[in-house]
């Protein structure tokens, strides 16, 4: 549901600004950087976490064609094992693996305008995911999952080489944090990863 909601944004976006006319730059759409596509790897700091492969999509507007400010909306999805002590049960651990969805809408900024430049973005969002609960049910011992939500921000830093004017290989380090000591980050809010992936413009000037 929740990537079938970013789909639905995304296309309503790319609907309204194909539609949209700039004279000074060309169409609004050439403003338009879709896809953003990323694969790496996230490490959380966290005893009952471990680390897992993220995939971040992203569809980012940019005041100018290839610097200075712009607005991004960015979905990452990735799973991780868990293992924690659940003192309602007979048993005195629970494992499993969850996944993590997090929804971010952030302004950011771009240095330079040649082949080698740098991104700089501090993300507010969302993080969604499904928490493990356990329970004792006629000498059985049931594992029910609850869907929740919590606030999260990320620290984004993205080296970019371009090969033409509108696309690029890119390069990100990046810093989550959950702001609340609940549920999995009890012992650990924070998480580190990075990511290598591809960026182009949706259309030419």
């Known amino acids: 549901m929740r990537?079938?909601?970013f789909a639905i944004v995304m296309l309503l976006t790319l609907r309204a600004v194909s539609q949209t006319q700039d004279d000074s730059t060309g169409t609004v759409a050439s403003r338009i950087f879709l896809p953003?596509?990323?694969?790496g790897y996230v490490s959380p700091n966290s005893d009952?976490?471990?680390?897992?492969?993220?995939?971040?999509?992203?569809?980012?507007y940019r005041l100018?064609?290839?610097?200075?400010?712009?607005?991004r909306l960015t979905y990452d999805t990735y799973a991780s094992k868990y293992e924690f002590s659940q003192e309602t049960t007979t048993t005195n651990t629970i494992e499993g693996t969850v996944q993590f969805s997090d929804?971010?809408?952030?302004p950011g900024y771009r240095f330079g305008d040649n082949k080698m430049r740098l991104m700089l973005t501090f993300m507010p969002?969302?993080?969604?995911?499904?928490f493990p609960t356990g329970s004792v049910d006629n000498s059985s011992i049931v594992i029910r999952q609850q869907s929740k939500s919590i606030f999260t921000t990320s620290a984004l830093a993205t080296f970019?080489?371009?090969?033409?004017?509108k696309s690029a290989f890119t390069l990100s380090l990046y810093h989550n944090q959950v702001w609340r000591d609940i549920d999995f980050w009890e012992d650990g809010r924070t998480a580190f990863g990075v990511s290598v992936g591809f960026i182009t413009s949706l259309v030419e000037n």
Do not use: V
């Not at 953003?36 to 694969?39: A, C, P, R, T, Y």
């Open 36 to 39: 953003s596509i990323d694969i």
């Open 64 to 71: 100018r064609n290839n610097n200075d400010f712009f607005l």
């Open 125 to 130: 969002g969302i993080k969604f995911y499904e």
């Open 103 to 106: 929804l971010y809408l952030s």
């Open 48 to 60: 009952l976490l471990g680390a897992g492969i993220k995939i971040l999509t992203a569809i980012e």
């Open 3 to 5: 990537i079938l909601f």
């Open 160 to 165: 970019e080489y371009y090969f033409d004017s």
